[in-house]
């Protein structure tokens, strides 16, 4: 296949490890050149709190998340907390060498976000980037990814929309991030642990203040089918991308059945605070 053709995967509601798992076997798999480039749409079943790659495990509140019936999982990317609960995830996986995921992380970030862009404005949304600028180590040492937007993100009415992460390997690229369609967005604070519970109340009307669901921007509900069709069609219209709807081969489905025993679903992994592998690890906020 040429670089312009793209396989679409659209998966159903899945746990958090079956998720992350799937995204590193897709990303293993196009590294390898078994596979085309791939843009996966997904949703979670039930709703999961990730941390990001390095993110300290004692930042999440595992009583808390088990009375509430969330699950946990850590992402292999970098970046801060997300609770993925009605909501729009999508994953992009291509060779290193691909147009588009060349020049780096901001580059790709800054290519790709065009996609998301055309997306939502098939929406009825009015959205942006947003700039390049240094955080502030408040923000930085902040737990929550949609508090604050990074370097290329997306934001519309100043909050942000989406946020993304990339993980760069040396014949690969994994972006995957996450656009609310509805809900609480403060409801991510009640996983996370605070020291007090008028912290918690003040985190949580922060992200409420910083950063907007779908619904909210456009006082309507949008469906995910409804979603999930308009951002494919923002990447096709401004990447160029020709979409082919498949899904995951046999050896990929395996293989992402083995990362998810062996990595995503194990405490060793999920519990671990944060020395980095072998890859070249990107951090975005989300």
């Excluded at 147009?99 to 055309?118: D, E, F, H, K, M």
């Excluded at 690969?172 to 369609?181: A, I, M, R, Y």
């Excluded at 006082?219 to 160029?240: N, Y």
């Amino acid at each position: 296949m040429d670089a312009d053709t793209w396989r679409l995967v659209l998966s159903p509601a899945l746990p958090g490890a079956d998720n992350m798992a799937l995204d590193e076997a897709l990303l293993e798999a196009v590294s390898a050149r078994r596979a085309p480039p791939t843009l996966r749409l997904y949703r979670w079943m039930p709703a999961c709190l990730s941390l990001g790659h390095a993110q300290p495990a004692d930042q999440a509140d595992s009583d808390r998340l088990a009375a509430l019936g969330w699950d946990l999982v850590r992402r292999a990317t970098g970046g801060r907390a997300i609770l993925h609960t009605d909501e729009l995830t999508y994953s992009i996986t291509a060779p290193i060498d691909h147009p588009l995921v060349t020049g780096g992380v901001l580059g790709s970030y800054r290519l790709l976000s065009q996609g998301l862009l055309a997306g939502l404005t098939a929406l009825g949304i009015t959205a942006d980037t947003a700039p390049e600028q240094a955080l502030s180590e408040t923000d930085r040492s902040n737990p929550v990814c949609f508090e604050v937007p990074s370097a290329h993100e997306i934001t519309a009415g100043g909050r942000k929309l989406i946020g993304s992460a990339q993980l760069r390997r040396v014949a690969g690229v994994l972006q995957h991030g996450s656009l609310p369609l509805q809900g609480d967005l403060g409801r991510i604070c009640l996983g996370l642990a605070y020291a007090h519970e008028a912290d918690r109340e003040a985190a949580a009307e922060r992200v409420r203040r910083r950063a907007a669901t779908l619904e909210e921007l456009l006082a309507r509900p949008v469906a995910w089918d409804q979603a999930a069709e308009a951002i494919a069609d923002g990447f096709r219209h401004a990447l160029g991308m020709r979409l082919v709807e498949a899904t995951p081969s046999e050896d990929e489905t395996a293989r992402a059945a083995q990362l998810r025993r062996e990595r995503y679903a194990a405490k060793s992994w999920t519990r671990r605070g944060g020395p980095r592998g072998p890859a070249a690890i990107r951090p975005g906020s989300g």
